[in-house]
């Protein structure tokens, strides 16, 4: 338990780190573009911001521990509450909405970001470009962590027969890779930006609540346990966030810059509302 105990710290600190919601000092402000385009900048800020992501917890302050203790703790009462839980659903199913639900997650949520992409290069619609490459950078960089994370621990999926606390550890074996579930990573990877992006009364409700709903079915159709489908949305949103404010524009009220001074030096501090 207490190895359990301490994969799941260390899992709460990726992915709070990947909100980069710290207020950190620094000795110039950060600022994001007014509009991103499918160049090569694009691709080389997709290495620079993972870059940012991990070591954001460097600049951590209290608020981002608490989220980490919080995310953490929540994984923790899943973890030992998923065998009653699965039970539970599996007792309850609903294997239409799940049909349903199975649409809006997986590979086939992606191409449509190429299309939103181009419809708004074919019109000048900046946001529209904007939000598709946003996501775009989401997915890869959600995904490169999801994967690294179920290769790393190889946790047995419910369907397995097997209890939730049975984990392979590290290897390249291409089984057992309940943890996180990456269908629920992905559709939150795609939700958050979009509904960064588009913040108002109906696309936010409309994005999560389709994520959320994928996270269920996979639960629904026994293909994960609860805690994979809370770490796997805790990843998509946090990355999602992280990334829509490393390229958040000039100019943006949720943007703040203020001088710090100290004894020796002085410095910039750069904070961030969500």
């Known amino acids: 338990m207490y190895r359990i105990i301490t994969l799941l710290v260390l899992l709460a600190m990726l992915s709070i780190s990947m909100s980069k919601n710290a207020v ?80 809006f997650g997986g590979k086939n949520i992606v191409p449509p970001l190429f299309l939103l992409y181009a419809a708004g290069y074919v019109s000048k619609n900046i946001k529209a470009q904007r939000t598709a490459l946003l996501t775009i950078e989401n997915v890869v960089i959600t995904g490169i962590f999801t994967q690294l994370m179920k290769f790393s621990f190889h946790r047995h999926r419910p369907n397995s027969g097997d209890p939730p606390d049975v984990w392979d550890g590290p290897g390249f074996e291409n089984d057992n890779l309940s943890f996180p579930s990456g269908h629920t990573s992905l559709a939150f990877s795609i939700a958050t930006p979009i509904a960064t992006e588009y913040n108002n009364v109906i696309v936010p409700p409309l994005a999560y609540g389709l994520a959320s709903l994928v996270g269920w079915s996979r639960m629904n159709d026994n293909k994960h346990w609860a805690s994979d489908v809370f770490m796997g949305a805790a990843l998509g949103y946090f990355t999602g966030k992280a990334v829509c404010q490393l390229n958040s524009p000039d100019g943006d009220p949720r943007l703040s810059i203020q001088p710090v001074l100290f004894q020796d030096r002085s410095a910039v501090m750069l904070s961030y509302r969500f």
């Open 24 to 103: 950190y000092a620094q000795t110039e402000p950060e600022t994001g573009n007014n509009e991103i385009s499918l160049n090569s900048d694009y691709f080389k800020g997709i290495f620079t911001d993972t870059k940012d992501i991990v070591t954001s917890p460097l600049k951590w302050d209290k608020k981002n521990w608490l989220k980490a203790s919080l995310v953490a703790g929540v994984t923790l009462g899943l973890f030992v509450f998923d065998e009653d839980i699965n039970d539970w659903i599996q007792d309850n199913r609903h294997d239409d909405l799940s049909e349903f639900a199975n649409r």
